[in-house]
């Protein structure tokens, strides 16, 4: 049986998505239709900014207390220092909300660029592709596929998310730890200082 959300959430299924549309743009000549785009656009992004946010009411709804304990890996900053492991102490919920709204302020960035890129340099298929691929980036994201579409949280959807890239190109030293070994070794170097 195919599986769905891993095919959907391919990253080849992005990219011939892209270049569908893309050529669809090509075919369609799109300068005929610049208004309804931007009207379909702005639409898109509203209703996706409104499935958001009725997605935080979702889960502040179930209200899900649950302790969650991590580590969160050392980071490497713009000017090459690297930031200390983070021990995170958060429940299920706060959990969840951060999440979707980190995904929030991802989609506020693609907004602007596609903004930058629709009115500075004149491109069309843009508007078009995103107002479709914009909906199925949402719908896929690990807390919608949770609080949407009811998925157990086991396998991929184990709190804390993993980080994933295109084509899986992240390191495991990159991942959030929740091993007994290391939250101890990060209890232990918060008391320390």
Known sequence: MVNYVKALNSPYFSVGSFLFFQQLGRFITLDNYLYPLRILYLS???AILGLSY????KIQKKNDQ?????VEPASQSWDGSETPEQLINTTVMDYDV?????????????ILM????????GYIQPLLVQSI??????????????????SPTTGDLRRPFRIEAPFGMVSEKKQPRTDKGSIKKAEKALKAE
């Open 44 to 46: 898109a992004q509203v």
């Open 54 to 57: 009725y997605l935080i009411y």
């Open 66 to 70: 649950t302790v969650l304990k991590y």
């Open 98 to 110: 951060a999440e979707v709204n980190k995904a929030i302020k991802q989609s506020a960035m693609g």
């Open 114 to 121: 596609i903004t930058f890129l629709h009115f500075k340099f």
């Open 133 to 150: 691929l914009g909906f199925k980036t949402f719908l896929m994201t690990k807390e919608a596929r949770i609080h949407f579409w009811g």
